[in-house]
């Protein structure tokens, strides 16, 4: 009779692992898990690097006529309104346009000294597409932020290449120090 326990006792252990293991660990299932909390504060170094590729793009755009209006990332809401896994999505947008835009930068003024910003902007993209995958699937995107998306893809088309490249580089900063911070913070983001 103990030897039929044993061997019940057995069975049931094998079993409840191949439960868990089937369950919780599916083919394909992403064992990454979102971690921004590192981007509320991004190093003074890394954001002096920034700092130095928009100055001397501000000094490059003094000597050209290159005349820009534009509002691409231009809203009258601020992230915060928005729900935390929206404003994953949104930073995750700008910066594909972000990287996009500073992997094309022709002026070796500007091209030679992006390589370590980009470097950090490839990193926190993969971070975010990593959070992305985490979000619910009952996710849906709020109405402000599917009407902005709607226009910030429409405008980025309609841009010239100089005045995407000065809309780019003169946001980086309210992107890194605002949208990314907001969307580190989660919930608590004020």
């Known amino acids: 009779m103990l030897q039929g326990k044993m061997m ?63 509002k691409i990332f231009h ?13 994953v999505i949104l930073v995750k947008e700008q910066l594909h346009l972000i990287i996009d835009v500073l992997e094309n930068i022709r002026d070796p003024n500007l091209s030679k000294p ?5 470097e950090i902007l490839r990193h926190i993209r993969e971070d ?7 979000q619910p699937d009952n996710h849906q995107r709020s109405g402000r932020l599917t009407s902005w998306l709607q226009q910030f893809h429409a405008a980025k088309k309609m841009e010239t290449p100089g005045c995407l490249e000065a809309s780019v580089v003169l946001n980086l900063f309210r992107l890194l120090n605002e949208d990314l911070k907001c969307a580190a913070y989660m919930e608590s983001c004020t």
């Open 75 to 87: 809203r009258n809401w601020e992230v915060k309104e928005l729900s935390v896994h929206d404003r």
């Open 114 to 118: 992006l390589g370590r910003p980009l």
């Open 128 to 134: 975010l597409k990593s959070c992305t995958r985490h």
């Open 8 to 70: 019940g006792c057995k069975l049931l252990l094998v079993l409840t692992l191949w439960a868990m293991s089937t369950d919780a660990f599916r083919k394909g299932a992403q064992m990454k898990k979102c971690h921004l909390s590192k981007y509320k504060s991004l190093p003074p170094q890394e954001l002096e690097t920034f700092k130095n590729v928009k100055d001397r793009f501000e000094d490059i755009m003094l000597l050209s006529d290159r005349k820009c209006n534009t």
